[in-house]
């Protein structure tokens, strides 16, 4: 018996050949009808024999394209009286409700041949793709998914490009990307005009030039990783003194030249994200030390574009691949733009015409304890959704002040932003802005909640504040958001134990905080510990000159030491940091602690002036991972009215006693070791009390591999569930998502 169905799915179903697969099953089975593109759905009229239906609902899901991402099916049988003849993709129609997007994809296997095969019209093609592969979200101006809404439109398909793309056969049927040597974008050096441009480029790079390469979702800076005098030049020219740069090598033999990779590693630099892998380091080799100073891991992406690999064909050595930005600003992704900011820092330009719509930069990723951990989520993860395990108003959360961020969400839904930068200047306030702007409009979500950090003096509160008349405006404490972050990102619905460690957040009592424990779930939250304040003097000049905190911790406890351990510090600034605390002027309390971990490292002189944020720590991190230490520092935890207050005097008094005794490594990991002890101890402390066996790790802290290396499998023996973030960054990065719990029904 025939029956006629009327179909809509949602999820990533455009622009990953959702509706070529559909036509292709259809057919197969002999079944008539059309699919169309929507508004973040699409429309299939399905009519046939009842079986024969059931078997394409199933093969629906089951076959679905790799690179698709179903998230809900409604069917509704109809009385449809016409008989249609034959299955059909027909002209896209717009529709309301909100818009899913895929993220875009590395280059695929089988592009990756063609392009290779001498005999294929698409020999060594830069812009090869398929429906499988390319560019998707950088492309993308509106939807449905139509090539007229996408930045390829300027492109007029050839002959032989339109067959494919009317070819139900092919990988490019209806691939909006599609285009070739006679119909597609061109890749030129710029003020050039030579055939061989890749030989070009690999000359430039032995000769130790710095290049500006436009990318898949903005500009690289690329040069001989090799090369010290011009790593040292770049970094020179970046105004980026030691901060590390990503390198992008030709293949996994390369990599493992240089570094160890494990088998998630592996998997991971080879995915269809192709993010930056964090991998420790086997042998630098030729590779220059000023690629990433004091560190014992580098950061490497495989080539995910095809003019990526043909660079690799003249130039066989690794490369720096970084941001095409000035430091912390946001990667530049337009030709006329790139060469008024990158001039004084590249030597030659490489453009192509391919516009890109939104700029995202390369995510950033680490595996510890075979968990995957994003440390920075832009290209192949954003702007994927995130499903979440209760229904929201439209929200739009505007993240934090470092590393942005911005989340929008509605229902049971969480569109994340790639990485935007620190939000701390006027050129990344108006990238911010522009991308606030581009998402309300593609994922068609109007908001009616605006939610921002506490902090009065962050750039987002003063762009939401704007907003007070026009919809609800609502403020979140910093930690907290972390918190909620984890809870969403992990879909955790009962109660849980959530350490927040980071560097800092305005604390709902006007101090610094940022050594926070928390008890609750989605509804409620309550900070049941915290470090001990503790005074630091000079204000954020004291964050980027960590002695500043060490010297503020001794001068208030252990004045007696001053002279002993800070000889070598001007008397000047010692008699200042004296006189600030004792009138409590330009000081703040912090229980931070990041800060702590900054008090350390410049306490054992390992580093008391930063050039980025997270130094300090990341440098005592390396110390300790040379050593073998199994002890830890004393400490109190302390039980208040309601919290519990761990006091760290005792581990800095004695870190004083053993810094002349004692090697800095030695030092650094029974450090490491004292706070892993504080969160077991608290974690037990809090079982006992509230009966909560869930343990959550949130907060830029806990990018510390040693220190997830040593927590979690000592939480897990002792019999706790131990959650950290899987979708989002568990730093700053990640708040946004949090936020977006004030816009819960």
């Known amino acids: 018996m025939e029956k006629t169905y009327k179909i809509k799915i949602w999820g990533i179903v455009q622009g990953v050949g959702f509706r070529p697969f559909v036509y292709r099953l259809a057919k197969s089975l002999n079944l008539r009808g059309w699919i169309l593109n929507s508004t973040g759905s699409v429309h299939i009229l399905i009519q046939g024999e009842e079986e024969k239906i059931k078997k394409f609902l199933e093969d629906l899901v089951k076959e679905a394209p790799p690179l698709s991402k179903i998230e809900k099916i409604e069917k509704e049988e109809i009385n449809f009286s016409e008989n249609i003849i034959d299955f059909s993709i027909i002209e896209s129609k717009e529709d309301t409700g909100f818009n899913f997007i895929s993220p875009d994809i590395a280059i695929c296997e089988d592009c990756f041949k063609e392009m290779r095969d001498p005999k294929d019209r698409r020999f060594n093609y830069p812009f090869i793709n398929c429906t499988n592969c390319g560019p998707r979200y950088t492309i993308i101006e509106d939807l449905p998914y139509d090539r007229d809404k996408t930045t390829m439109k300027i492109f007029q398909m050839c002959e032989r490009c339109k067959e494919e793309y009317h070819d139900p056969e092919s990988r490019r049927f209806h691939a909006q990307p599609i285009s070739c040597y006679d119909c597609g974008p061109k890749i030129w050096i710029d003020g050039e005009e030579v055939s061989n441009i890749f030989e070009k480029i690999g000359k430039y790079l032995e000769e130790g030039k710095i290049l500006a390469i436009k990318g898949l979702g903005g500009f690289h800076l690329a040069c001989d990783a090799t090369n010290e005098r011009t790593v040292i030049k770049l970094r020179e020219r970046k105004k980026r003194l030691s901060k590390p740069f990503a390198l992008m090598m030709r293949d996994m033999d390369m990599v493992k030249k240089y570094c160890y990779v494990s088998e ?44 990526q690999y043909l660079i690799f064909d003249h130039f066989p050595k690794p490369l720096i ?107 990344t306030l108006l990238v911010y802005e522009e991308t606030i702007q581009e998402f309300i409009r593609l994922f068609r979500i109007e908001p009616e909640i605006l939610v921002h950090d506490l902090h009065p003096q962050y750039l987002s509160t003063d762009f939401a504040e704007k907003f007070k008349k026009y919809m609800e405006v609502k403020a979140i404490q910093h930690h907290k958001a972390h918190f909620f972050s984890l809870l969403l990102d992990r879909g955790i619905t009962d109660n849980i134990i959530c350490f927040s460690f980071d560097g800092t957040g305005y604390g709902e009592d006007g101090n610094i905080w940022g050594g926070e424990v928390f008890i609750g779930n989605m509804e409620e939250v309550k900070r049941v510990a915290h470090f001990k304040y503790f005074p630091v003097a000079g204000g954020d000049y004291a964050i980027e000159n960590p002695r500043l905190i060490s010297l503020s ?20 600034e010692k008699e200042i940091i004296k006189r600030l605390i004792e009138k409590d002027e330009n000081t703040f309390y912090t229980s931070s602690c990041g800060r702590i971990f900054d008090l350390v490292s410049a306490l054992l002189g390992i580093r008391e002036k930063i050039d980025y944020e997270g130094q300090s720590a990341i440098e005592l991190e390396m110390h300790a991972m040379e050593s073998d230490e199994e002890g830890f520092y004393p400490f109190k935890i302390i039980e208040e009215k309601e ?102 029904n």
Not at 553 to 572: L, Q, V
Request: no cysteine; proline share 5%; aromatic share 8%.
């Open 321 to 427: 691949m970084t941001s095409g930005n000035l430091s912390e600003e946001p990667i530049i992704k337009d030709n006329d733009l790139a060469k008024e900011k990158l001039k004084n820092i590249a030597d030659v330009f490489i453009f192509h015409n391919r516009n890109i719509a939104h700029r995202v930069d390369d995510s950033v990723v680490f595996i510890e304890n075979k968990e995957l951990n994003i440390i920075r989520r832009a290209r192949g993860y954003a702007p994927d959704p995130i499903k979440i395990p209760l229904k929201i108003k439209p929200t739009l959360a505007l993240g934090g002040e470092l590393k942005n961020t911005l989340s929008l969400g509605k229902e049971n839904y969480v569109f994340m932003s790639p990485h935007i930068g620190d939000l701390k200047d006027k050129d």
């Open 643 to 744: 919290t519990f207050e761990i006091d760290i005097y005792p581990t800095i008094e004695k870190i004083i006693l053993e810094k002349e005794k004692y090697k800095k490594k030695d030092i650094a990991k029974k450090f490491h070791n004292t706070i892993t002890q504080i969160i077991l101890q608290i974690s037990e402390i809090l079982r006992e009390e509230y009966k909560i066996n869930k343990i959550g790790l949130s907060g830029g802290v806990f990018q510390n591999r040693l220190l997830l290396r040593t927590t979690i499998p000592l939480l897990r023996n002792k019999g706790f569930e131990v959650l950290t973030h899987k979708n989002v960054p568990t730093n700053d990065g990640g708040i946004s998502l949090g936020q977006i719990i004030m816009g819960k």
């Open 264 to 307: 998630d590693e592996e998997k991971t630099l080879l995915s269809k994200e192709r993010p930056i892998v964090l991998l420790k380091i086997k042998d630098l080799g030729d590779i220059s030390k000023y690629v990433a100073p004091n560190n014992k891991y580098l950061g490497i992406m495989l080539p995910y574009t095809p003019y």
């Open 553 to 572: 911790y001794i001068t208030k406890y252990f004045p007696s030491e001053i002279e002993k351990i800070f000889s070598h510090i001007d008397p000047f």
